[in-house]
């Protein structure tokens, strides 16, 4: 059974992801893993928001990792998330 559904293991949902963080005293991410299962390394600014998410390569060659950097504007909203340009207009 699993523990989580209280079901027969042969009657689990298989699309359950799991994923397991280490947190600092802050309660901010510094590491974690999901379902992708690959290490991430979680980077804050000196206001608590996160800027980057770095996957770490298990070989150790970080080189050929890339980053998904998170900036933001002046009000504290995200405007780019890796690849993604964010942008908000006023209803």
Same mark, same amino acid.
């Given at each position: 059974?699993?523990?989580?559904? #209280?079901?027969?293991?042969? =009657?689990?949902?298989? +699309?359950?992801? @799991?994923?397991?963080?280490? *947190?600092? =005293?802050?309660?901010?991410? $510094?590491?974690?893993?999901?379902?992708?299962?690959?290490? #991430? #390394?979680?980077? *804050?600014?000196? #206001?608590?928001?996160?800027? &980057?998410?770095? %996957? $770490? +390569? %298990?070989?150790? +060659?970080?080189?050929?990792?890339? &980053?998904?950097?998170?900036? !933001?504007?002046?009000?504290?909203? %995200?405007? @780019?998330?890796? +690849?993604?340009?964010?942008? !908000?207009?006023?209803?």
């Amino acid at each position: 059974m699993s523990a989580a559904s #209280k079901q027969p293991a042969s =009657e689990v949902d298989n +699309d359950t992801i @799991e994923a397991r963080y280490i *947190y600092d =005293e802050l309660g901010n991410r $510094i590491l974690g893993i999901d379902d992708t299962q690959v290490l #991430k #390394k979680y980077q *804050y600014d000196d #206001k608590g928001r996160l800027t &980057a998410i770095t %996957p $770490i +390569d %298990p070989s150790g +060659d970080n080189r050929k990792i890339n &980053a998904q950097s998170i900036a !933001y504007d002046a009000a504290g909203l %995200p405007t @780019e998330y890796g +690849d993604y340009q964010l942008s !908000y207009t006023a209803v």
